[in-house]
């Protein structure tokens, strides 16, 4: 069964530290990776794209990895702003259609001052 | 910034109504998606629009459910007789390519309430 697993669900961290958010897949057969970026009641906004031959990605103080064989990416977010409060949503989607695009639940972020 | 915009941004409507959202996508983009998000639950792909035609649909994109691109700009979702259970957040995005390499852009997305 195609699925995407997030952890952890919740996670609060004090402003200017960094944090690593872990996403967990089983989409088959592989096409992309997405990490979103989710503010409460607003739509999701894409922070980096990442297909099975990309093991890295840079999007200026947000960098996913991805591990094709693992089927686990990571997102890292570092000298993190109160801003960064928000859902990171991992999706990945597999090669044949549209219908395959599966949303993980999400990480729920705070960062406190 | 070109964005893509939803209308309205809160639907109140009545068990077995009918209602059509709103949404004007990205002027040059060519792929078109709809989106629904139940409260506290994940995102979950409703259908993609390509060429004047639907390209993709998941399973929940039943027959209650249409779309539309009535002009060259809106691109609309109706839902024919509405459920309870389709209380949600709904969104719509767009792309300029394909899915699969091109950045996909989400409208701030419209609340809908069924009661």
């Known amino acids: 069964k195609n699925q995407v697993e997030q952890s952890p669900q919740s996670l609060i961290i004090l402003e200017g530290k960094n944090c690593t958010l872990q996403?967990?897949?089983?989409?088959?057969?592989?096409?992309?990776l997405r990490w979103y970026k989710q503010d409460t009641g607003r739509g999701p906004v894409s922070l980096t794209i990442?297909?099975?031959?990309?093991n890295t990605k840079s999007n200026g103080r947000y960098t996913a990895t991805l591990d094709a064989d693992t089927k686990q990416s990571s997102l890292h977010i570092t000298a993190s702003q109160l801003s960064d409060s928000a859902s990171y949503i991992c999706?990945?989607?597999?090669?044949?259609?549209?219908?395959?695009?599966?949303f993980g639940p999400g990480t729920s972020l705070s960062v406190i001052p | 910034e070109p964005e893509v915009t939803q209308t309205p941004s809160h639907q109140v409507t009545q068990m077995g109504q009918e209602v059509i959202l709103r949404c004007v996508p990205i002027?040059?983009?060519?792929?078109f998606y709809w989106y629904r998000q139940i409260l506290g639950q994940k995102v979950e792909f409703l259908v993609s629009?390509?060429?004047?035609?639907?390209?993709?649909k998941s399973e929940i994109f039943d027959d209650q459910f249409s779309v539309e691109r009535p002009d060259g700009s809106n691109f609309t979702l109706k839902i024919r007789s509405t459920k309870l259970e389709d209380s949600a957040m709904y969104f719509c995005?767009?792309?300029?390519?394909?899915?699969?390499?091109?950045?996909?852009?989400f409208g701030p997305g419209t609340r809908l309430t069924v009661t």
């Open positions: 995005a767009s792309s300029e390519g394909h899915y699969r390499s091109y950045e996909q852009y």
């Open positions: 996403c967990n897949y089983t989409v088959s057969p592989f096409s992309n």
């Open positions: 990442m297909t099975f031959s990309e």
């Open positions: 999706v990945v989607s597999a090669q044949t259609s549209y219908d395959k695009v599966i």
């Open positions: 002027s040059n983009h060519l792929y």
């Open positions: 629009f390509y060429n004047n035609e639907i390209s993709e």
